[in-house]
């Protein structure tokens, strides 16, 4: 396959139906300025996804779950007695991280599952614990690696308590709460398995769950993946936010039958929000079928 050099031209670029207009940026489709080759190995030549780990149905979302199972569990504890180390009735380990710095020495006391739990697609933030390095971390968890997070977190300088919640298989769930040298409360945030509870869903039908966007959000300002939906149910964009602007790669999906997921067109933002003179531009777009028709190689 060659591509040929086009005229320039820039065009103003929309999503249909996601989000508010008011932030959205002119979106450039530049067409590469040599004559290129597609090589055989190149991840663009085929539009059709496989990555099983590809949402192509819309998840169960309640937030108001997340605080009803935490006081559940609070319940059972009372009502029996208390096995332990054992959260969301799966077992754990107890494990400790201590860190020094001048004359500060700061401990993370957590729990880990060996539970081989296959984590969420929609979620961004999977906590795990990586025992190599000694470090939990957020992004490319690999079971072969490390364990996820699961049951209480605590994190203290010296003797003061500053950062304590719940986590359920690697996502955030339940009240968070942080504090300042005094222990006087900083923040309080609730979650439902790695969900804001303050994010945003829109529904095609309420009764049914059929969702038509899922918006993450923090301290009233977008943060996280955000996800919108044909009304079959089937993904139609995703993206991600971060300090309330796109970041990244957002994709959108042709609306395939039998589930087949097919990437439409692909939009690169900004690495960082808030990178001055960058200007978004098409990456990639592919046609019903998952053949390359475009590609921007800058």
């Known amino acids: 396959m060659r591509f040929y050099p086009f005229l320039l031209f820039a065009i103003g670029f929309q999503w249909a139906n ?24 190149d991840p663009d030549s085929s539009g059709v996804v496989k990555d099983r780990l590809s949402p192509t149905s819309t998840p169960v979302l309640l937030f108001s779950d997340a605080e009803e199972e935490e006081n559940k569990e609070k319940k ?11 959260y969301f009735g799966d077992k ?12 500060q020495v700061t ?4 729990h880990v ?4 739990q296959e984590v969420d697609p929609y979620i961004r933030d999977i906590h795990w614990y990586d025992p190599k390095n000694k470090a939990i971390k957020n992004k490319n968890f690999d079971p072969s690696k490390g364990y996820l997070l699961h049951g209480p977190y605590e994190r203290r300088i010296d003797d003061t308590v500053v950062e304590t919640g719940m986590y359920y298989f690697g996502t955030k769930h339940g009240r968070w709460m942080s504090f300042d040298a005094k222990s006087v409360l900083l923040d309080k945030l609730h979650y439902s398995k790695g ?3 303050e994010s945003r869903i829109t529904y095609y039908n309420r009764q049914e769950r059929a969702i038509e966007r899922m918006t993450p959000i923090e301290y009233e300002l977008k943060e996280g993946n955000f996800y919108h939906f044909f009304q079959d149910g089937s993904l139609a964009v995703t993206g991600e936010y971060h300090h309330g602007e796109r970041v990244g790669t957002w994709t959108e999906y042709w609306n395939t039958p039998n589930n087949q997921l097919i990437r439409k067109r692909e939009i690169r933002y900004q690495d960082e929000p808030f990178t001055k003179n ?8 592919w046609d019903k079928e998952g ?7 800058s």
């Open 18 to 41: 996601i989000g508010s207009a008011q932030d959205e940026s002119a979106v450039v489709r530049e067409m590469p300025t040599e004559e290129t080759e597609t090589p055989k190995s």
């Open 76 to 86: 059972k504890k009372k009502k029996k007695k208390k096995k332990k180390n054992v």
């Open 92 to 103: 754990t380990k107890k494990t400790m991280i201590k860190h020094s710095f001048r004359d």
């Open 107 to 110: 401990y993370q006391v957590f």
């Open 113 to 116: 599952t060996y539970k081989n």
């Open 195 to 197: 969900w804001p509870k």
């Open 278 to 285: 960058f200007r978004p531009y098409i990456r990639a777009e």
């Open 291 to 297: 053949n390359l028709i475009y590609r921007n190689d």
